[in-house]
């Protein structure tokens, strides 16, 4: 009896890993047909405005602050055929020289979205570190400062790195993806002086494809 209770749970357990086999296989067979796509991404336009740097001429060791409007356009592409995409959080980050400039978008439109196949959707960020008389601005190294300035004044662009983090969810009927893919897209935006304030800002229509990473 013994050795009849042991092959009966032989029998049990090797049918259970078949099954699972045979569902894990499925799952991979219709996923390999219906494979979603990397999302593309590019940046339709950014506008800088009122940027302004305090504080930059101290020492190595004290801090400095940029302030600045900038408003960034950012096209998501689904190229999948039959795969649609759900966008359930999207972070944004500003970088200059790998410092960050701006630790979040004061506003991302839409913030979430569904996305069908083969279609596209611009998404606009927002970073307001700028307010009249002062304040509102981001904290930096003086050196981060320093190179600010310099490309500020040299009569050529500011280069700056928008850096994305999405959470996402790939819809196949019933089957689900999660992913969390990085888009990062580096802007060179020419400044000059703003007449209407004491900053410098510029306009910029790339249509740069960005980095995408999962």
């Known amino acids: 009896m013994p050795q009849g209770g042991s092959a009966q749970g032989r029998c049990c357990c090797g049918g259970f890993c078949a099954l699972l086999v045979t569902a894990g296989l499925v799952v991979l067979f219709y996923w390999a047909i219906f494979q979603p796509h990397h999302i593309r991404a590019t940046v339709d336009s950014a506008v800088l405005s009122n940027l302004t740097v305090s504080n930059s001429n101290a020492s190595s060791a004290a801090a400095a602050a940029v302030s600045y409007d900038l408003t960034v356009s950012l096209r998501l592409y689904n190229p999948s055929v039959r795969v649609n995409i759900y966008y359930d959080a999207i972070d944004a980050e500003l970088r200059f020289r790998d410092a960050v400039v ?90 000059k002086t703003d007449g209407r304030h004491r900053g410098f800002g510029g306009a910029v229509a790339s249509g740069d494809r960005c980095s995408v990473k999962y």
Do not use: H
């Open 102 to 191: 701006g630790p979040a978008a004061n506003d991302t439109s839409p913030s979430v979205f569904y996305q069908r196949r083969k279609t596209s959707e611009v998404l606009k960020m927002e970073f307001d570190y700028w307010r009249p008389g002062g304040g509102g601005g981001v904290t930096v190294g003086s050196d981060v400062a320093r190179e600010l300035v310099k490309e500020t004044r040299s009569g050529g662009a500011v280069s700056l790195e928008l850096d994305v983090d999405v959470r996402v969810r790939y819809v196949f009927r019933m089957f689900k993806l999660r992913q969390k893919p990085r888009i990062r897209c580096s802007l060179s935006i020419p400044v």
